[in-house]
C-alpha cells in the first residue's frame, strides 16, 4: 500500500489524512501543533517529530498549508523538499494559494524530477471529515490518474481543471463566488429581519425562489435558523473570516493580472477587510452577518 506524508494536520488536513488512515495507506504526518499530532494518532495515524521524518520513505507527498509563502518554504530553495526527495516522488499541495505560485512551484518540482499537482479543496471541514470534498486539480493528465485513488478516499468530485495552476484558478473563482453568495444572503436576511420578517421562514421562503442558493440551503448566517451551521454555535469551526479575506485578496490579484472585472468580489473583499479588522478575523466566514446590525 503507498506511504503518505501528510504536511499540514490542521482543521482541514486533519481529518483529510485520517480519511487515507481509514482507506488503508500508511500515513505519517507532521505538524507545527502538538494538538494536531495528538489527534492524527489518535485516528491512527503516525506523527512525525519533523517534516524530513514524515517524508522518509514516502512515495507521495500531500500538504495542505495556509499561504503561499508556506509552500514556498516546505518545497523551495536548498532546504526544502524538493530537494530532497526521491525523482518521480508524486507530490500534491492542496493548499489555497495564487495561481502563479502554484506553476512556480511546479517548474521547480519538474526541474528535481518530480511529479506535482495543485489540487485545492472545496466542501469545508464537515467536508473533510466526510471524505466527500471537491478536487481542483492542475497539472499533467497522467499525474491525476495516478493521484485519482488516493484523492478519491478525502474527495467526492474530482476535477482536472487544467495545466499547472488551473486548480488554484479554478478555487479562487469559486470562493470569490462564495464570499459573494454569503454577504448578499446575509444582506437580504438583514433587510427581511429589519422590516419585520422572521429570518427562518424568510431563508425558507428564498431558498424555494429564485434566490437559493448554496449558503441557505446548507451554511444559513443567521444563528438559530440552521442548527448544523457555524451560526448557531457562536460561528466558531467552519470558515474563519481571515481565510475568505485571504481568498478574496487572491481573487482581485488574478483580477488584476489578467484585466479582469470583478467590481463584486471587490465589494466582499471590503466587507471581509471591514469585519476582519474588527477583531473577527477567527470567526466563521458567516459572522459577516454581523456586518448588517439590526437596531
Known amino acids: 500500500m503507498t506511504h503518505i506524508a501528510f504536511i499540514g494536520l490542521g482543521n482541514m488536513g486533519g481529518p483529510m489524512a485520517a480519511n487515507l488512515v481509514k482507506a488503508g495507506y500508511t500515513v505519517n504526518g507532521f505538524d507545527l501543533s502538538a494538538t494536531a499530532l495528538q489527534q492524527f494518532a489518535a485516528a491512527g495515524g503516525r506523527p512525525a517529530d519533523s517534516v524530513q521524518q514524515a517524508v522518509d520513505g514516502a512515495e507521495v507527498v500531500v500538504s495542505m498549508l495556509p499561504a503561499g509563502q508556506h509552500v514556498e518554504s516546505l518545497y523551495l530553495g536548498e532546504s526544502g523538499l524538493f530537494a530532497r526527495l526521491p525523482a518521480g516522488t508524486l507530490v500534491i499541495d492542496c493548499s489555497t494559494i495564487a495561481a502563479h505560485t502554484a506553476r512556480g512551484v511546479a ?7 518530480l511529479r506535482f499537482l495543485d489540487a485545492p479543496v472545496s466542501g469545508g471541514t464537515a467536508g473533510a471529515a466526510a471524505g466527500t470534498l471537491t478536487f481542483m486539480i492542475g497539472g499533467d493528465a497522467a499525474n491525476v490518474e495516478a493521484a485519482r485513488p488516493l484523492l478519491a478516499s478525502m474527495g467526492k468530485n474530482l476535477f482536472h481543471a487544467g495545466a499547472a495552476g488551473a486548480g488554484q484558478t479554478a478555487k479562487v473563482c469559486n470562493n470569490m463566488l462564495l464570499g459573494i453568495l454569503m454577504a448578499g444572503t446575509a444582506e437580504a436576511l438583514a433587510l427581511g429581519v429589519q422590516n419585520g420578517l422572521d429570518p427562518a421562514v424568510l431563508s425558507q421562503i428564498m431558498g424555494n425562489s429564485s434566490g437559493s442558493n448554496w449558503v441557505l440551503e446548507r451554511y444559513n448566517p443567521w444563528p438559530g435558523v440552521m442548527d448544523s451551521a457555524p451560526a448557531s454555535r457562536g460561528y466558531s469551526g467552519g470558515f474563519m473570516s481571515e481565510l ?8 482581485s490579484e488574478t483580477a488584476g493580472q489578467s484585466q479582469a472585472a470583478n467590481p463584486m468580489g471587490s465589494q466582499a473583499q471590503q466587507l471581509f477587510e471591514a469585519h476582519v479588522a474588527a477583531g473577527n478575523g477567527k470567526l466563521d466566514f458567516s459572522s459577516i452577518v454581523q456586518q448588517f446590525p439590526q437596531r
Open 107 to 113: 517548474e521547480a518540482a519538474a526541474a528535481a524530477g
Open 244 to 251: 475568505m479575506l485571504k481568498d478574496l485578496r487572491l481573487a
